[in-house]
């Protein structure tokens, strides 16, 4: 991942995809959009910038437990923790924006339980177009997700 993090360069800048707000008659209008680069704290998950490449390599290294292209990026039990349910007998809801010029309320699972563990929502039940009980996912600002089967699939 060698184009990723929480602050960006003028090369990583002009290459940032720009945003489209949707407008009335149905087409899309392009939008100003800029994450801080100097914000009061870094978010653990907001903020980050990653193109295509880098954040497939990074789901490549949770599916494979923890290793990518042989090297160990995260211990195995750090991978199992992410995965797994951190919110005991809670179940996560669809969630609402709290910025709609940004993004649409969403539910990853809708009509299904589903759990949070410490970076992705959690499936419980195998979904009804193929995923895996167990299957990671994540939604972002913008209307960015993400969707991943189990480490060790």
Known sequence: MTD?????????????????NRSAD?????AP???????EFFMGGGGAFSPPRDYMAFLRMLLNGGSHKGERVL????????????IGDLDVR?????????????????????????????NTLPGPNG?????ISWAGL????????????
């Open 26 to 30: 149905g087409g899309l209008t392009p």
């Open 142 to 153: 913008l209307d960015c997700y993400s969707g991943s089967t189990r480490s060790g699939r």
């Open 75 to 86: 211990k195995p039990e750090t991978v199992a923790s992410i995965m797994r349910s951190q």
């Open 33 to 39: 959009f800029e994450m801080p680069q100097r914000p």
């Open 94 to 122: 669809a969630m609402t924006t709290a910025r709609p010029a940004y993004s649409q309320s969403f539910d990853q699972f809708p009509g299904e339980p589903h759990k949070w563990g410490y970076s992705f929502d959690i």
């Open 4 to 20: 990723s993090g929480l602050l960006i360069g003028s090369k990583q800048k002009a290459s940032v995809a720009t945003l489209h």
């Open 131 to 135: 995923r895996s009980a167990g299957s």
